[in-house]
Each structure stands twice: as C-alpha cells, then as structure tokens.
C-alpha cells in the first residue's frame, strides 16, 4: 500500500463512522476545530511564517503571498467561518418521498453522505479548514491535497482539526493531509477509486484539464468562469453601465467576474462611452470587434476570435457589438463556459428568453454575475461552484456534498 | 470532424433546441414515435431477422437470441412504453426554493435537462427506444451506441424516431446511433467531453471498467449487483427462506439478484435446510463457509475469498454463517458493490442499524432486493439502476436526467 492508499483506506473507515453520527456529534466537533484553532494560533502563525519565508524566497508575487499569509485576525476569521457551519442546518437524514407501494412496501429516500470527498486545491490555506469543515457536517471524510507552497500552514491545520476530532470522539481520520504534495500524488489521488468516491479539483484551467485527462474517480468541475453581460435595446443604460463595471472591476479575479460586454447595436454608441467613463477608473483594457473600435476609437485594442474565450482574471474585458438577442444568446452559448451570464433589459419576452435560453449555472436580469456565490445565493458557505450539469450546478453547499440511499420498510413481499 | 464528432455536434446543437421545448410538443413527438413503431413493424422485423439470422451463423446462444428478436407483439410492447413515458409528468421547469434575498434579488432553482446523455448498451435493441425516449422527455438529446449484434434493429428503430421526431417539427439529430459498432467508437464517444454532457454505460463488469479507464465526460455507473441478504438471528425463517429463494430464483441473470445468503449462526442449523429445500427447486449450487458445509453436508462447495466478490447471475448462491449483525454489516460494506441489500429480522434495533449502516443504493426490511426498479419504486420507467453516489443513485428515472440552473431576478443589484 502506498502512503496514500493508507490514507484512503483510513478515510473510507472513517466515512462509515461518520455516516452514522447524529447532528450534535458532528456540531460538537466543529466547535472543537473552532476552539482548537483559536487555542493554538502561534503554532498556525509560526508554520505559515515558514511558508512564508520560502514564498518570499521563490520570488512569490505580492498579491499571492497577500493569499498565502495568515494573521491572528485571519484565524479568528476561519475560526468565525467553522462556527457558522456548525449553525447550518445538517441535511443528513431527511428522508423525502416516503410513501407505500401497492404492494404494501414503503419506500423513501433518504440524504446519507458521499462517504470520501477528495480535494485539490491551490495556494490558499483557509481553504483547508472551510472545506474539511463543509465535508465533516455532511457526513464525509475528506482528504485534502493542498498546493506545495502552503504545506506548512496546511500540515498545522490539518494536524488541529485531527486532534480536535479525536478529543470529540469522531475518528480523526476523517480529516487528511496528502503529504507528497508533487504532481504525482494529485495525478495518485484522481485515480483512488477504490477509496474515493467524489473529487472535487477547485483551481484553473491547467488542473481541470489534469483532472478531465487522468481522473478515474468522478468528479464535479469546479471554477472555470467566462461570464457575460449583455445590455439589450431596452436596457436601463446607468444601471448597464453600473452592472458591468461591478461584474468586471469589483474582484476581476474571480470567477464570476464577467470577461465579456455584448452591447445591443441600437444602444451601442450611447452605451460604450457610458461603460468606457466607469471601466477607465480601473483602467481597464477593452478588446473589442470593429464596430467596438469604430464607436471608442482607438483605445480600444482589437479582439481576436482568442479574446472571446479567454477568462482574463484580470482589469480587461471583450466586448462585442451583436445584432439583437438571438446573436447574443448564440454568441454566449458558444463562448460561454456555463457559469453566470446576465441581460440587463426591460423587455419583458427578452428577459424570459435569456433565461431560458442561455444554458448556464447561473442566469441573471438586471443585476451583476457576481453573486454567483454560496453565501450570496442563502447556502451558508460553499465548497466550489460546480461548472458541469451532473450532481451540482451552480454553488455548492452542503446539500451538494450529499447523496441519497433508498429505504424500504417490507413484511415479506417477494416479487 | 470524425463521424462521431460531427453527430456530437447535431446532437448538441438539437439539445438546445429540446431544452426549450414545451411538454406538449415533446409529447406529441413521443406518441409520434409510438405511432410509426406500430406502422412499420414489417420494417423492424426486417432488419431484426438480419441481425438473427447473422447471430444464428455467429453461434448465439439460445438464451441471448432471444434477447435480440423482435415480433409484433414485442413491437407492440415498446409502442406501448413509449405512451406510458409520454403520459409521466414532465419534471423540466420546475422550480424550487424561489425566495428573495436580503438585497431583493429573487433566486430559484430551475430543474433543466442535462443536455447530451451518451448510453453505450449491449444487444437487447429494445434499449434503442426506451432509452431515447427517456431522454426525450426530459428534454435530452442522445447519441445511442448499442452493440454490434444488433445494429441493424437498432438502425431501423433509430431512422423510424428520426422521422417522426422531424414530421413533429422537433430536431431529427434529438436521436442518433453511432454507425461504427468497434470498440474504437466506444471509446472516441466516452472522451467526446466537447459535446457529452452525461454517459450512461448500460452493460457488464467489463464495460463499466473500461468507462472507468478510458472516459473523460461525466458517468453514471450502473447495473453491477452483488446483493446480500442477512438472516438476522430474530427472523421468520419461513419468511427469510421464500426471500432468499425469490432474490436468488426468480430472475438470476438480473442485478438485483442475491449473490450471497448470510445467515446468524444461532439459526444457521435450522434456517439453511428449510432455504436449501426452496433453491434447490431451481437446482441452486451452494458455495458455502465451514460452517455451512459442516451443517448442510457435502453438497456444499467450499467458498473461496471470490465467491464473496462475485456477481454470478446464475443459480449459484455463495453462503456464509456469521457471529451476528456487526459482521453482515461488515461482510455487506467490504464485498457489496452498494446496489441492494436486505436483513430478515423482527428485532428493531437490528432493522434501524442495517437501514443505516449499510451504504447500498437500496436498504430492505423484510424484503427481497429484487424490487430495486424504477417501476417497482414508482418512477415510472427507469433508464438504469446507479450504483455511484453522485448524481444519481438507485433506479433512473426522468428526474435523473435532469440538472439545474438558478434563475435571479434583480432589479440592478451590484455586489
């Protein structure tokens, strides 16, 4: 057995446990996570401090090590986090659907947990508590493999929450750190399946296609967001101009951030300007098609067929000028990546056709896609936001961490 | 573009279209398809008597032969169920869990098809439509790719639903059949991940591994079975016995059948000599522990370590006498592949701690696990039984296949 297989066998016993424990078992061991991590922030502190250093050393940018670092008031904050989904109310055991056959069998189904979720995730060591937190009160043990960068911090809070767990009575392998942390023990742990039964790779576009091209397990993609605003004829054009500038500016690294402008072409040259006097606060850099270019003038960069498929993650954004609806849905439903799109319109058969007609996560009507987003949408807290149909679209809380068994109460039918 | 690629292109481009299709239009599709079933049955016994009469050179056995003919009266049958999923209630549309925010954006979830469902099947050419028209409904396309032996049924079939779906003003390309039947064709449909949104892989062990190995869309792993029932020490033995005989004899090649018969060991001399009488009707081999051919006597074959792992499909049933109800629940979570399971037992505390401690997609109280359908469990129709956790788990039926999208409305929401 490799080191990773004793770890998703330990899992995978663990799951069994934690598939039986009732609400207060779980609440009661979050509240020791919460209260363990409170207790011992040095410890946190000096091991991301170690990290740290050799961040700095690595050349690490000054916006990533702003995501790698850990501060006394970011471990309140985690710890504040832990609490909160110890409030949520746990899924587990809802049985729904209960109703007898004709034959005098009674069936319902039931929401059990998945049993062993993995996940990859990158720099960021919050990551490690929010999400081994969201699998432990649904019921799921989690093996987590964080990004190599973030070992220290990862390995000190992994090593809390395991002792927490124990002192609570849940088995403390339900929570584990994958320690070889090169590209061959994520490449291990997608092909696990005897042992895992969900993955859940949250990072870009490179570990999505590792994960398409090498997983053997299933997995629920997570993250990747070309998203759009669309301002058609009728559009309220202040509140077009104020949507797209908060849809691009307010966090352009996200993943609900749009990447794309389409502009209806009977509104486009009062429109642009407008969007262009908002965008320029954050200077940012607009790819746009000849009809874009002909309206701003020339500093506008012209776009490339590449320019519409790009999530830039950054202060640029693509924009289009389209005929009416129809190119716009089209255009969307060709380019877009399924995650958030928006029309911000008073046409009431437009709204109603972009709903319907847009195939993503999430469809807006006048107001920004970024609150594509757990806390936003009333799920609490999220663990990624699913970008694939199967299982979970959209935020994913802790309903999505579920899965359901049927039960069925009989008196000796046979068939 | 390959011939595959290109049908996976068609089939997208139709799933757009069927994802805004009215019940009423995909109904009159649906009966449209039943109607030309039944008006050119001579058609279908054509091409079946083709596939027959190649199957028959080929050296068939009896047994599958009879799986691929079709008659009238069969056709007739198949007519029959396209109706009945006509007539289930359409679950595309529904919303659930509409509310408004604090910041006033109202938020729903809308249940929307998957898009395009890939089922890869063996030779029954019934598959062919039920399968479609299950999509249909739920407002799927799908890329059928059924086996070899018979293509030319399945051929047939295909361009009759083809027809009718086009003389309905739906998209013809809604259905296609993948023309090469190689295994390569197989594959190349398991990574079409550009256009496959769900794989459904209907079919043996040796499928369902090689979709494991080689798919890079999505999969809902259905069908393999190995079913336990457990003689709790408190049983009706009367009862556990026309169980066990039901489970193990009524349809063995099916997966839902029992593979292995635990039994208490403080009712192993009494219950296996009443259980023996009923199986060995159908001249059952019995491949038991110790303990089971010290009681039963030499008719027994010892077990073997594979036994327990097997799933036969055959009048051959592996027995094992254990110390009580931890060591089923054991014995079920280490061997089972988590379809079906049952305790006979009038004790309550063991019926509360089978139902959820055993992680199967159906848990039974004084049953038999052959009920595990999605007739039986009121579904409907089923396009299989899912025996992985996400997405879907137990019988498929149309709400299966369905995924979801939310749905805002704003009125100018910035974040």
């Not at 998703?8 to 363990?36: D, F, H, P, V, Y």
């Not at 058609?232 to 077009?240: H, N, P, R, Y």
Request: net charge negative; proline share 3%.
């Amino acid at each position: 057995m490799t080191a990773l297989e004793q770890q998703g066998a330990a899992a995978k016993a663990a799951s069994l446990k934690l598939m039986t424990c009732t609400t207060g078992e779980k609440n009661k061991a979050l509240l020791a996570i919460a209260q363990a991590l409170c207790d011992h922030k040095q410890r946190i502190i000096d091991a991301n401090a170690a990290d740290m250093a050799k961040a700095k050393e690595n050349g690490m940018s000054a916006a990533l090590l702003d995501r790698l670092a850990l501060d006394s008031k970011r471990i309140d904050g985690i710890a504040a986090g832990v609490r909160e989904v110890a409030a949520l109310e746990d899924p587990i055991g809802q049985v729904d659907k209960m109703a007898m056959r004709p034959n005098g069998l009674v069936i319902g189904r039931k929401k059990v947990p998945l049993g062993v979720i993995a996940i990859i995730f990158e720099s960021r060591p919050n990551v490690t508590v929010d999400a081994a937190v969201l699998c432990l009160k649904s019921g799921n043990a989690v093996i987590l493999r964080g990004g190599k960068e973030a070992f220290n911090s990862n390995n000190a809070l992994t090593e809390l929450m395991r002792r927490a767990l124990a002192e609570s009575g849940l088995p403390e392998a339900s929570v584990a750190l994958v320690q070889d942390t090169s590209r061959n023990s994520a490449t291990e742990l997608m092909q696990l399946s005897k042992y895992v039964d969900v993955l859940i790779p949250r990072g870009g576009a490179g570990l999505i296609r590792s994960v398409v091209d090498n997983a053997r397990v299933p997995v629920i993609e997570t993250g990747v967001g070309n998203c759009h605003i669309y301002i058609e004829s009728s559009a309220d054009l202040k509140m077009g101009a104020e949507i797209i500038y908060n849809a691009k500016c307010s966090r352009p690294s996200v993943c609900n951030a749009a990447e794309t402008l389409l502009v209806d072409k009977s509104v486009a040259a009062e429109f642009l300007p407008m969007a262009k006097a908002l965008l320029d606060q954050k200077s940012t850099q607009l790819r746009g098609d000849a009809e874009t270019v002909r309206i701003l003038g020339g500093c506008v960069v012209p776009a490339t067929e590449d320019d519409y498929n790009t999530e830039y993650g950054d202060y640029i954004l693509a924009v289009k000028v389209v005929s009416g609806l129809d190119e716009a849905i089209e255009h969307i439903n060709t380019y877009g990546s399924k995650h958030s799109e928006a029309i911000v319109t008073n046409d009431y058969i437009s709204s109603q056709r972009f709903l319907n007609e847009v195939d993503a996560a999430a469809v807006y009507v006048n107001a920004s896609t970024r609150f594509t987003d757990g806390g936003e949408f009333g799920l609490g807290a999220e663990i990624g936001i699913s970008t694939q149909k199967m299982h979970a679209r959209g935020p994913m809380g802790l309903e999505q961490l579920t899965s359901s068994k049927y039960i069925i109460y009989g008196s000796g039918q046979v068939r």
